[in-house]
Structure formats: C-alpha cells, structure tokens
T-cell receptor, first 113, second 110 residues
C-alpha cells in the first residue's frame, strides 16, 4: 500500500459528460501528479501541483483541469468526454523525505461509452 | 526533449532463468532514474531510485544499475510472482515530472 488513495475505482459514463476524479496524497506529501495510461500510449504525465499551486503541465487537454485543495487532496476534472478518454488515471505524490520518488495510487478506470 | 526506451518489449523466462531488462535514456541533466513494477490494472509500485552513473541498488531478486546512457534491471532466479510490467522513468534537472518508458512485460513460467 503506497498510502495514496484514489476514488472512485471505476467510472462508466457517456460521451459528452463530465467527471471528477479524486486523489489523496500520502500524509505529508505536498506534490501531486496526475497521469493517464491507455493501452496504446503508456503512462503520460498530465499535470503536477505543489502545495496548491500548479507546478508543471504535460500533455493535458484543454477539456481537462485539475486543482489541489488546502488539505492537499487533488481533483482531476474531465469534461466533454470522448471515447478516446477511456483509460486508467493515476495519481502520484512525492515529498516527506522521499526525495523525488513518486508513489502511485491504485488508479481510476474510466470507461466512456 | 527527454526520451526513454525499454527493451525487450516482452520477455518470457522459465522459473530460475536469470536475465536483464534494459532502459536507455536521453535527458538533459539526469536528476534521477526510477524503476517501477506494475501489475495489470494496478498502480505502479516503486522499486528503485538511481541518481548517478555507477550506482547500484538491490532488493531481493532484483538489482538495478545505472550508466550515463542506460540502466539495467537484473533479475536473478526469477519466480512466477515476478511476472509484471517493469517501467523505467527519468526526471531531469529542470522539471518535476517523470518521463516513462513503454515498459517490459515479463512473464515467468513455472
């Protein structure tokens, strides 16, 4: 158990809809990262937050947004969903003496029908 | 732009048959190289962090090594429970995010 939690585990929705994925980092970690993993693309970095502020952006679509709250949990919002957004979404956190190492949560499997 | 490649794409071993997985990288200033193990449908599980050429880390049947251009994950006398996808990632000195390789899918047959 990495100490990173994600909810929900599974999400099934329709095209055009909007969903919110939630992540709680390890206790004391200030950085949260979001990744997308689809069958044909591997793990793709989306965005990083550090102590509530956006720190780095990867290949995140404009339809996607994220935020980190004062209690350090983070949410990833996906809107105007398309079939191609179906993937596993992982959250990772780092800090608290772990250096640069990122610890991953169990993921949310999103299926868009 | 940072790049990571891994080989082979897939590897089948008999139980007890040792082998090595390769991770080749191109990065403008390596901050760290990371190995993870991922089981199907699960989150990546941290294995090792390597920071400089010549560094080695060991854990049970796994040993990771690092040179200036590549890293190897050596698996000694593997068991079926070592079957998983092994991912390599690099972090450069300029950013916080990781760049992951595509992974090596390892199957260890009893």
């Amino acid at each position: 158990d990495s100490g990173v939690t994600q909810t929900p585990k599974h999400l099934i929705t329709a095209t055009g809809q909007r969903v919110t994925l939630r992540c709680s980092p390890r206790s004391g970690d200030l950085s949260v990262y979001w990744y997308q993993q689809s069958l044909d693309q591997g793990l793709q970095f989306l965005i990083q937050y550090y102590n509530g502020e956006e720190r780095a952006k990867g290949n995140i679509l404009e339809r996607f947004s994220a935020q980190q709250f004062p209690d350090l949990h983070s949410e990833l919002n996906l809107s105007s969903l398309e079939l191609g957004d179906s993937a596993l979404y992982f959250c990772a956190s780092s800090g608290r003496g772990s250096g640069n190492t990122q610890y991953f949560g169990p993921g949310t499997r999103l299926t868009v029908l | 732009e940072d790049q990571v490649t891994q080989s082979p794409e897939a590897l089948r071993l008999q139980e007890g048959e040792s082998s090595s997985l390769n991770c080749s990288y191109t990065v403008s200033g390596l901050r760290g190289l990371f190995w993870y193990r991922q089981d199907p449908g699960k989150g990546p599980e941290f294995l090792f962090t390597l920071y400089s050429a010549g560094e080695e880390k060991e854990k049970e049947r796994l040993k990771a090594t690092l040179t200036k251009k590549e890293s190897f994950l050596h698996i000694t006398a593997p068991k079926p429970e070592d079957s998983a996808t092994y991912l390599c990632a690099v972090q450069d000195n300029y950013g916080q995010n990781f760049v992951f390789g595509p992974g090596t899918r390892l199957s260890v047959l009893p």
